[in-house]
C-alpha cells in the first residue's frame, strides 16, 4: 500500500537543506512524495523558529495541517525544525494536532517519526544539536543547475540579537572531504552552480583544522569538473583575511558576488549587539575589497531600530549607505528574540524601526536602479532557471543575482534550464534585466 507525504519546508537555505535530506531518507524507506497534504497520508512543516514574522508563519501553516486533518483530509502532523526545537518543552502542549516532533539534531529520524505516526503512536525526538553535522544525502529540489551546498552548521558569534546559537547549537564544520564528494555528486547531476552556505562560512574550519579553511575549500572546489559558479554566502567581516580575499579574486569559478551581514555601522550599536569589529573596520574591508575585486558586487543586511538606535546613529547608517552604495541590500525591522541580551534591552518601538527599515528601502532603490542599469548594452552570462509560459520568455540570473532575494534576468533565446548563456541585455526596470540570447 502505498504512503504519502506532503513535505512545506519554511525559513532559510540551510532548512532547506535538512528537507532535502528527509526527502531522501523518506524515498529511501518507500514513501511518496506528493505536491499538496491534502489527502496525504503525512504532512511534514519543516519549520523556522528565527524572528516573529517565521514563528508567526510556521504556526499558520501547522495549524492549517490541523484544520486538514481534523477534517479527514490528512492522515498524521509531524513537525520538524527551529520551532520545535526552540519550544520543545511546550509545543506539544500548545499544539495538540502535532503527532510527531523533531529537533534540529534529529532530522535523520524522519523514517522512525513517519513510521511510528502511520502506526498510530506519537513521537518526541530531540537529538544532541551540538553533535558533528549527520552526512546524509539529500534531493535537490532548487534546480536545475544549481543547489546549496551546506559547509558548516550552528554558530558560534553570539550576537545578542540573535537566537541561532541557542536553536541551531555550536558552530561545526563538515569536513572538507565529505563536502568535495557532495559537490562531486551535485556536479555529476548538472549543477552548475554551488551556493556555499553556513551561518557563518568565513569561520569554515576552525573547529575541525584549527584555521580558516573557506579559501582552501574554495581551490579545490573550483577543480571539479561541470561547476562554473561557486557563491558565496554569510561572510562575516571580522574573519576576512589576506588569503580569501586573494582566491575571490584569482579564482575564476567564485563569483564576484559576496554576502557579508554588517546589521549596523554605528560603533556603540555594533558593540551593544556583541558584532566583531568597528564601523570604520567595516568601512576599510569594503573599500579594500572592492579595490581587489574588479567587478565585485556587494550584499548586506540591515536591522533598524536596533537597541540604541537613536536618531543620530540612524543618520550615520543612513550615510554610510550613501557613500558606500552597496548594490544589494537587505533591511528588517528589529525583532525582539526572546532568550536573547538585546531582547532585554531599551529599543525604539515597533513603529519607528519599521518606519527606518522603510527609510532604508527608499534610501537604497535609486541606488540599486543605478546598478542595474549599468548592465544596460552589455553581455553577460546568465544561469537559465525557468521559462514563463505566461510571457513567453527564458528566466535566469547573473553572477549579481542570488536567489530569491535579488533581482532576475528575462530574455528570449533558444536556452535549455539549467545551463550558462550569455545574454546581451536592453533594458532594466524594477530590478528585472531584459535582453536577447547572444548565442542563440
Known amino acids: 500500500m502505498e504512503k504519502t507525504f506532503a513535505l512545506i519546508s519554511l525559513g532559510c537555505a540551510k532548512n532547506l537543506v535538512n528537507s532535502e535530506q528527509m526527502l531522501y531518507l523518506l524515498d529511501e524507506a518507500g514513501y511518496t512524495l506528493v505536491p499538496d497534504p491534502d489527502g496525504a497520508d503525512l504532512a511534514i512543516v519543516n519549520t523556522c523558529g528565527f524572528i516573529d514574522a517565521a514563528k508567526s508563519e510556521?504556526?499558520?501553516?501547522?495549524?492549517?495541517?490541523?484544520?486538514l486533518k481534523k477534517q479527514g483530509r490528512l492522515g498524521g502532523l509531524i513537525v520538524t525544525g527551529c520551532l520545535s526545537e526552540r519550544y520543545q518543552g511546550t509545543i506539544l502542549?500548545?499544539?495538540?494536532?502535532?503527532?510527531?516532533?523533531?529537533?534540529?539534531?534529529?532530522?535523520?529520524d524522519i523514517v522512525k517519526a513517519?513510521?511510528?505516526?502511520?502506526?498510530g503512536r506519537g513521537l518526541s525526538l530531540?537529538?544532541?544539536?551540538?553533535?558533528?553535522?549527520?552526512?546524509?544525502s539529500r534531493v535537490v529540489s532548487t534546480g536545475p543547475g544549481w543547489a546549496y551546498l551546506r559547509i558548516a552548521e550552528g554558530?558560534?558569534?553570539?550576537?545578542?540579537?540573535?537566537?541561532?546559537?541557542?536553536i541551531r547549537g555550536r558552530y561545526r564544520s563538515r569536513s572538507m572531504e565529505n563536502v568535495l564528494a557532495e559537490a562531486r555528486e551535485l556536479a555529476e547531476h548538472g549543477v552548475k552552480e554551488l551556493i556555499v552556505i553556513a551561518q557563518d562560512i568565513t569561520r569554515y574550519g576552525t573547529d575541525l583544522y584549527g584555521k580558516r579553511s573557506l579559501a582552501a575549500l574554495c581551490r579545490e572546489l573550483a577543480k571539479i569538473e561541470g561547476i562554473q559558479w561557486i557563491r558565496l554566502h554569510y561572510l562575516y567581516p571580522d574573519q576576512f583575511d589576506d588569503e580569501l580575499i586573494?582566491?575571490?579574486?584569482?579564482?575564476?569559478?567564485?563569483?564576484?558576488?559576496?554576502?557579508i551581514p554588517i546589521q549596523h555601522i554605528n560603533d556603540r550599536i555594533l558593540k551593544r549587539m556583541n558584532r566583531k569589529g568597528t564601523g570604520g573596520e567595516i568601512r576599510a574591508l569594503f573599500a579594500e575589497l572592492r579595490r581587489r575585486i574588479p567587478g565585485l558586487v556587494l550584499r548586506t543586511s540591515l536591522i533598524a531600530g536596533l537597541p540604541g538606535e537613536g536618531e543620530a546613529e540612524f543618520e550615520e547608517l543612513c550615510e554610510f549607505l550613501k557613500e558606500a552604495k552597496i548594490q544589494r541590500v537587505g533591511v528588517f525591522p528589529f525583532s525582539p528574540e526572546e532568550g536573547t541580551p538585546a531582547a532585554k534591552m531599551e529599543r525604539p518601538d515597533e513603529e519607528t524601526a519599521q518606519r527606518r527599515a522603510d527609510l532604508i528601502l527608499e534610501l537604497q532603490a535609486p541606488i540599486m536602479?543605478?546598478?542595474c542599469q549599468s548592465f544596460v548594452g552589455k553581455t553577460i552570462p546568465v544561469l537559465v532557471t525557468d521559462y514563463d509560459e505566461d510571457e513567453q520568455c527564458w528566466v535566469g540570473r547573473s553572477y549579481a543575482d542570488s536567489p530569491d532575494i535579488d533581482g532576475e534576468v528575462r530574455f528570449q533565446g533558444l536556452a535549455r534550464e539549467g545551463r550558462i548563456v550569455n545574454v546581451a541585455i536592453s533594458s532594466a526596470e524594477d530590478g528585472i534585466l531584459y535582453g536577447e540570447e547572444a548565442d542563440s
Open 58 to 67: 510556521a504556526i499558520d501553516t501547522i495549524l492549517e495541517m490541523a484544520e
Open 93 to 108: 502542549q500548545e499544539l495538540p494536532e502535532i503527532d510527531a516532533v523533531l529537533g534540529v539534531g534529529s532530522f535523520g
Open 114 to 119: 513517519a513510521n511510528a505516526v502511520m502506526d
Open 126 to 136: 530531540f537529538g544532541d544539536k551540538n553533535a558533528p553535522v549527520e552526512e546524509i
Open 155 to 166: 554558530c558560534d558569534n553570539f550576537c545578542a540579537f540573535c537566537a541561532i546559537p541557542y
Open 246 to 259: 586573494d582566491e575571490i579574486a584569482s579564482n575564476d569559478k567564485i563569483v564576484k558576488y559576496l554576502d
Open 369 to 371: 536602479d543605478e546598478f
